[in-house]
């Protein structure tokens, strides 16, 4: 009797160790299974697991990089990437309670936002709600101010998890002002590059990123957000040599003439002589009567015969030879010549001439004259100072698309007698724009040529990486006593010539016109005529060298290169050249000086008093932002010119932090 109690302990002693046991065994065998199958996966179902499941449901995505912005050298921003929104809609992640008590509100406020019946956001969503989509595009494109304000709607400011709410960011890519147009700008959209944008697309370019993606039906792809394999890399900022305020006068300049003689197309192009620096860029052509665009840049593209222009080129290569200079006499006779068979006629009457008449009063007869008299017997002598000034090569620029140049040699078929004549007069040639405003360039510049630059600089996260400097591409065109004779004759051909249209007495300028008529070889239909002027200012002290050209102006309004583009060329110089401007009111003349003060917008210092936000509107922007940012205000602006919106408004209380929004002019 007194063992029974040691008999029950042993046995539940004994049931315990039992149970005890299959336990540890079932816990191993389960452990065991598990090993296996893990190396079952690893060694033998690797690919069909990979196949069968995680390639069919999930896809690694781009994620794309924001492009670089394009600047002005003054800072301005040329094209920008945009953020716009995308707005998609998980009805599987909405809790049914939130979208049933909820869905009326939301409803009222996107019929508010996109001015449409809440019946028709209602019957939509109830649609969506009831397939259970996960990935419904509701809004496309919105900007910013749009997408925070959607955020905060009934549901939606819940966030993905609860409200369903998904954004999609996608990158623009706009220009940020109307003074410069898409010819000149250009694009890059993978298959092709033109433009400034072209130009420079492996800076702006960046390095894009990689995400993850989950199939949510057999047509679409769910972004897994917190999943990204790779970062992208932002673009680097590119700063380009325009000069937005010359290319705006160049630009109204030339708009101006074009719509006063009805012509199918126009362009010109300032460079800054010593550096090469293309300060403006504009090519305008007519889509419909009085209305022009920037849509095709003729300055590189198109090669044309330059006319009179070319008789620059000629006769320097005669003054460098020590053929002619300031005391040598030309006969024109009666202003008609033949030489080879070929019948050459001036328009400006006959006579003798010197050197310097036969450039100021354009005269055909005296470039052949002289060109033929020394050359004729040699013209490779001729042709050898035209490949020493680069003439035959394509131009090593940025830009791409640039037209090669063409020119008639002894070697070419069509050459003849009479070729060299015409050479002389600017035919049997033809050449970018760029290339000959190059030329009159280095003659600006001393007799050194220099490359044209389109570039500034490089930026990345505010520090300079690459920073452009002069390149010479002739260290010498001529000796300095023929450059400085045909300075001297091209002076006197606006001072006296035909282009004394344009001389005025405040601004000393030098240049050559050009009259050119093409498509000569058609019998039929009306003449056509290309207006050219090319020449730099101040003649004594050269800053810029410009070419305007007008391409089929009406001729019964006028065809000539002093009447069409020369007075382009004077408004450009007047206006740009603020020491001895000429388009300014009477009043600011006074014995010939001008209050400069009155022609520029004083830099007004912005104060920020107690935080409280100050009133910006009409301030000139390129002076408020800097202000802005050194006081720590992040500042996101659009456009250029004078503020006419900001966010927050005048009053409101801005922290550091907080982002401040500027709308400019254009």
């Given at each position: 009797?007194?063992?029974?109690?040691?008999?029950?302990?042993?046995?539940?002693?004994?049931?315990?160790?039992?149970?005890?046991?299959?336990?540890?065994?079932?816990?191993?065998?389960?452990?065991?299974?598990?090993?296996?199958?893990?190396?079952?996966?690893?060694?033998?179902?690797?690919?069909?697991?990979?196949?069968?499941?995680?390639?069919?449901?999930?896809?690694?995505?781009?994620?794309?990089?924001?492009?670089?912005?394009?600047?002005?050298?003054?800072?301005?921003?040329?094209?920008?990437?945009?953020?716009?929104?995308?707005?998609?809609?998980?009805?599987?992640?909405?809790?049914?309670?939130?979208?049933?008590?909820?869905?009326?509100?939301?409803?009222?406020?996107?019929?508010?936002?996109?001015?449409?019946?809440?019946?028709?956001?209602?019957?939509?969503?109830?649609?969506?709600?009831?397939?259970?989509?996960?990935?419904?595009?509701?809004?496309?494109?919105?900007?910013?101010?749009?997408?925070?304000?959607?955020?905060?709607?009934?549901?939606?400011?819940?966030?993905?998890?609860?409200?369903?709410?998904?954004?999609?960011?996608?990158?623009?890519?706009?220009?940020?002002?109307?003074?410069?147009?898409?010819?000149?700008?250009?694009?890059?959209?993978?298959?092709?590059?033109?433009?400034?944008?072209?130009?420079?697309?492996?800076?702006?370019?960046?390095?894009?990123?990689?995400?993850?993606?989950?199939?949510?039906?057999?047509?679409?792809?769910?972004?897994?957000?917190?999943?990204?394999?790779?970062?992208?890399?932002?673009?680097?900022?590119?700063?380009?040599?325009?000069?937005?305020?010359?290319?705006?006068?160049?630009?109204?300049?030339?708009?101006?003439?074009?719509?006063?003689?009805?012509?199918?197309?126009?362009?010109?192009?300032?460079?800054?002589?010593?550096?090469?620096?293309?300060?403006?860029?504009?090519?305008?052509?007519?889509?419909?009567?009085?209305?022009?665009?920037?849509?095709?840049?003729?300055?590189?593209?198109?090669?044309?015969?330059?006319?009179?222009?070319?008789?620059?080129?000629?006769?320097?290569?005669?003054?460098?030879?020590?053929?002619?200079d300031e005391n040598t006499k030309v006969n024109i006779g009666n202003g008609i010549w033949t030489y080879a068979g070929q019948r050459i006629t001036d328009g400006h009457g006959g006579g003798t001439y010197d050197v310097s008449d036969v450039l100021a009063k354009s005269s055909n007869v005296g470039a052949a004259k002289i060109i033929t008299q020394h050359y004729a017997d040699k013209p490779e002598v001729f042709i050898d100072h035209l490949k020493k000034w680069k003439m035959f090569d394509k131009m090593q620029i940025e830009l791409p698309g640039i037209a090669k140049p063409s020119i008639q040699t002894p070697q070419s078929k069509r050459w003849n007698k009479a070729t060299l004549a015409s050479l002389a007069y600017g035919y049997s040639s033809r050449f970018p724009l760029l290339q000959l405003v190059t030329f009159y360039n280095g003659i600006a510049n001393k007799g050194k040529m220099v490359k044209p630059l389109f570039i500034d600089k490089i930026m990345k996260d505010g520090k300079i990486l690459y920073e452009a400097k002069p390149e010479v591409?002739?260290?010498?065109?001529?000796?300095?006593?023929?450059?400085?004779?045909?300075?001297?004759?091209?002076?006197?051909?606006?001072?006296?010539?035909?282009?004394?249209?344009?001389?005025?007495?405040?601004?000393?300028?030098?240049?050559?016109?050009?009259?050119?008529?093409?498509?000569?070889?058609?019998?039929?239909?009306?003449?056509?005529?290309?207006?050219?002027?090319?020449?730099?200012?101040?003649?004594?002290?050269?800053?810029?060298?410009?070419?305007?050209?007008?391409?089929?102006?009406?001729?019964?309004?006028?065809?000539?290169?002093?009447?069409?583009?020369?007075?382009?060329?004077?408004?450009?110089?007047?206006?740009?050249?603020?020491?001895?401007?000429?388009?300014?009111?009477?009043?600011?003349?006074?014995?010939?000086?001008?209050?400069?003060?009155?022609?520029?917008?004083?830099?007004?210092?912005?104060?920020?008093?107690?935080?409280?936000?100050?009133?910006?509107?009409?301030?000139?922007?390129?002076?408020?932002?800097?202000?802005?940012?050194?006081?720590?205000?992040?500042?996101?602006?659009?456009?250029?010119?004078?503020?006419?919106?900001?966010?927050?408004?005048?009053?409101?209380?801005?922290?550091?932090?907080?982002?401040?929004?500027?709308?400019?002019?254009?």
């Amino acid at each position: 009797m007194i063992k029974q109690p040691n008999n029950n302990y042993e046995k539940k002693r004994s049931n315990a160790l039992k149970w005890g046991y299959l336990f540890v065994l079932g816990a191993f065998i389960l452990f065991v299974i598990f090993l296996g199958r893990i190396m079952i996966l690893q060694n033998t179902n690797v690919e069909e697991f990979e196949n069968n499941y995680i390639s069919k449901n999930y896809r690694e995505a781009t994620l794309k990089a924001a492009r670089g912005n394009l600047f002005a050298s003054d800072g301005s921003i040329l094209a920008t990437t945009v953020m716009r929104y995308d707005i998609y809609l998980d009805f599987k992640s909405m809790r049914d309670t939130i979208y049933s008590n909820n869905i009326g509100a939301l409803t009222d406020s996107l019929s508010k936002m996109f001015d449409k019946p809440r019946s028709y956001f209602r019957a939509k969503l109830d649609a969506q709600n009831k397939k259970n989509n996960q990935y419904y595009l509701l809004a496309k494109g919105l900007d910013f101010d749009e997408y925070d304000r959607i955020r905060e709607f009934p549901i939606f400011k819940k966030g993905k998890n609860k409200g369903g709410f998904i954004v999609e960011r996608n990158f623009r890519r706009e220009l940020a002002t109307t003074q410069i147009g898409a010819g000149t700008i250009g694009a890059d959209n993978g298959e092709s590059k033109s433009g400034l944008e072209g130009a420079f697309s492996r800076f702006l370019t960046g390095i894009d990123g990689k995400r993850l993606e989950q199939r949510i039906n057999s047509a679409q792809w769910k972004p897994i957000d917190y999943w990204k394999v790779k970062e992208p890399i932002d673009g680097q900022d590119v700063y380009t040599t325009l000069d937005l305020r010359i290319q705006d006068i160049a630009h109204s300049a030339l708009e101006n003439q074009l719509i006063k003689f009805d012509a199918d197309h126009g362009c010109v192009v300032v460079m800054e002589t010593e550096t090469g620096k293309i300060r403006a860029m504009v090519n305008l052509r007519r889509t419909e009567p009085g209305i022009y665009v920037d849509a095709y840049n003729y300055t590189v593209k198109d090669a044309q015969e330059p006319g009179s222009t070319f008789k620059t080129v000629s006769l320097l290569a005669a003054m460098d030879d020590g053929f002619i200079d300031e005391n040598t006499k030309v006969n024109i006779g009666n202003g008609i010549w033949t030489y080879a068979g070929q019948r050459i006629t001036d328009g400006h009457g006959g006579g003798t001439y010197d050197v310097s008449d036969v450039l100021a009063k354009s005269s055909n007869v005296g470039a052949a004259k002289i060109i033929t008299q020394h050359y004729a017997d040699k013209p490779e002598v001729f042709i050898d100072h035209l490949k020493k000034w680069k003439m035959f090569d394509k131009m090593q620029i940025e830009l791409p698309g640039i037209a090669k140049p063409s020119i008639q040699t002894p070697q070419s078929k069509r050459w003849n007698k009479a070729t060299l004549a015409s050479l002389a007069y600017g035919y049997s040639s033809r050449f970018p724009l760029l290339q000959l405003v190059t030329f009159y360039n280095g003659i600006a510049n001393k007799g050194k040529m220099v490359k044209p630059l389109f570039i500034d600089k490089i930026m990345k996260d505010g520090k300079i990486l690459y920073e452009a400097k002069p390149e010479v591409m002739v260290k010498k065109m001529a000796s300095d006593k023929a450059i400085e004779m045909m300075t001297s004759a091209l002076t006197k051909a606006v001072e006296k010539g035909t282009a004394k249209s344009i001389y005025t007495p405040n601004l000393k300028i030098a240049g050559k016109t050009g009259t050119a008529r093409f498509e000569y070889w058609k019998k039929d239909g009306p003449m056509k005529y290309q207006a050219s002027f090319a020449g730099f200012y101040p003649a004594d002290n050269p800053k810029y060298t410009c070419i305007v050209v007008v391409n089929q102006p009406d001729t019964s309004k006028g065809f000539y290169g002093g009447t069409v583009s020369a007075p382009v060329f004077k408004e450009i110089a007047g206006k740009t050249f603020l020491k001895t401007p000429l388009n300014v009111e009477k009043e600011l003349l006074v014995e010939r000086k001008v209050n400069l003060n009155k022609m520029t917008t004083p830099n007004i210092k912005v104060n920020v008093t107690r935080d409280s936000m100050p009133n910006l509107v009409g301030m000139i922007g390129k002076n408020v932002i800097p202000q802005l940012e050194n006081l720590g205000y992040r500042v996101d602006y659009k456009g250029v010119g004078k503020i006419t919106g900001q966010f927050p408004a005048e009053g409101a209380i801005i922290g550091k932090n907080q982002k401040i929004y500027l709308n400019l002019q254009n």
